[in-house]
Nanobody
Framework: QVQLVESGGGLVQVGGSLTLSCTAS????????VSWYRQAPGKKREWVGV???????NYADSVKGRFAISRDNEKNTVFLQMNSLKPEDTAMYYC?????????WGQGTQVTVSS
């Protein structure tokens, strides 16, 4: 069974940095597009960014220039480097991928940015 596991969340001050990880089992992330999403309490899930199999990345305007997605193929892991964090970045962060028209999600990792 495909499994995605996020980690690396935590409490950070405004302006700080965090790196989230998304590690997969039973699926090779380098051959699939992997997206990051986030959801704050009471708000809709928001797309954050994506890395496609060829390595091209795209980001939501709200995080462009502050967040960066990368991938370690040997570790079968995708990272979300978050810099210059703002209180509005506080949310549960999820990674997701699709294979054979089925979406897979991790359980999420909480990021809290305190002012």
């Amino acid at each position: 069974q495909v499994q995605l596991v996020e980690s690396g969340g935590g409490l950070v001050q405004v302006g700080g940095s965090l790196t989230l990880s998304c590690t997969a089992s039973r699926i090779v992330l380098s051959t699939n597009a992997v997206s990051w999403y986030r959801q704050a309490p009471g708000k809709k899930r928001e797309w954050v960014g994506v890395i496609v199999s060829g390595g091209v990345r795209n980001y939501a305007d709200s995080v462009k220039g502050r967040f960066a997605i990368s991938r370690d193929n040997e570790k079968n892991t995708v990272f979300l480097q978050m810099n210059s964090l703002k209180p509005e970045d506080t949310a549960m962060y999820y990674c997701s991928t699709t294979r054979f028209n089925r979406d897979y999600w991790g359980q999420g990792t909480q990021v809290t940015v305190s002012s």
